[in-house]
């Protein structure tokens, strides 16, 4: 709970001068992005490795990087493409000491292997099934946060991509979804 509320204190501060999520979330934050990121651990409780593509202001990744901490053999790959996001990342990694790697780069240029990809608010799951498609076919599941619109983005994915997928409503927003992701190809 304390590495918790460090990293809120950080990302409250870095927040008034850098917009890393909308100021009117911070109010509602242990419930908007805490526990929306934290229950993704109970969807993969074995899952030991992990790659949050366009980490941004650090959900889920931190979170998870946060609750997985005392797991030696944990590591949260936390990948986004600005540098200035990168940088908070890496501030909060290193003054709470946490199993992750921050990677300033883009997610599909920056596949490592691991257990489950993860990402939150990216891009529409057409777009974001291309990001995590070197995840997928080096055999990772998709845990993918998304909005009560999930189900008309994945209708729309399948013109692009072939996957298996489940719906999960999400505990911490009733509209919420979790897309669980497995296997991936191009469709023909």
Same mark, same amino acid.
């Given at each position: 709970?304390?590495?918790?509320?460090?990293?809120?204190?950080?990302?409250?501060?870095?927040?008034?001068?850098?917009?890393?999520?909308?100021?009117?979330?911070?109010?509602?934050?242990?419930?908007?992005?805490?526990?929306?990121?934290?229950? /993704?651990?109970?969807?993969? *409780?074995?899952? =030991?490795?992990? %790659?949050?593509?366009?980490?941004?202001? $650090?959900?889920?990744?931190? #979170?998870?990087?946060?609750?997985?901490?005392?797991?030696?053999?944990?590591?949260?790959?936390?990948?986004?493409?600005?540098?200035?996001?990168?940088?908070?990342?890496?501030?909060?990694?290193?003054?709470?000491?946490?199993?992750?790697?921050?990677?300033?780069?883009?997610?599909?240029?920056?596949?490592?292997?691991?257990?489950?990809?993860?990402?939150?608010?990216?891009?529409?799951?057409?777009?974001? /099934?291309?990001?995590?498609? *070197?995840?997928? =076919?080096?055999? %990772?599941?998709?845990?993918?946060?998304? $909005?009560?619109?999930?189900? #008309?983005?994945?209708?729309?994915?399948?013109?692009?991509?072939?996957?298996?997928?489940?719906?999960?409503?999400?505990?911490?927003?009733?509209?919420?979804?979790?897309?669980?992701?497995?296997?991936?190809?191009?469709?023909?």
């Amino acid at each position: 709970m304390g590495d918790l509320e460090r990293f809120i204190q950080r990302l409250t501060d870095a927040n008034a001068v850098m917009n890393l999520v909308g100021p009117d979330t911070i109010p509602d934050v242990w419930n908007r992005h805490i526990r929306d990121s934290a229950q /993704l651990l109970q969807m993969a *409780p074995e899952a =030991q490795t992990w %790659a949050d593509l366009g980490a941004g202001a $650090g959900f889920p990744g931190i #979170v998870l990087a946060i609750m997985l901490k005392k797991d030696p053999k944990s590591h949260v790959w936390l990948i986004d493409s600005l540098g200035k996001r990168c940088r908070f990342l890496r501030e909060v990694v290193d003054s709470l000491s946490l199993r992750a790697t921050v990677i300033n780069g883009r997610a599909e240029e920056n596949a490592v292997t691991v257990r489950v990809v993860t990402a939150r608010a990216v891009a529409p799951m057409e777009k974001l /099934l291309g990001y995590a498609q *070197p995840y997928l =076919q080096r055999g %990772a599941q998709g845990l993918f946060l998304k $909005g009560e619109k999930a189900e #008309v983005e994945l209708a729309e994915a399948r013109r692009v991509w072939q996957f298996q997928s489940d719906l999960s409503v999400s505990r911490s927003d009733p509209r919420g979804r979790i897309v669980s992701v497995r296997g991936i190809r191009r469709a023909r």
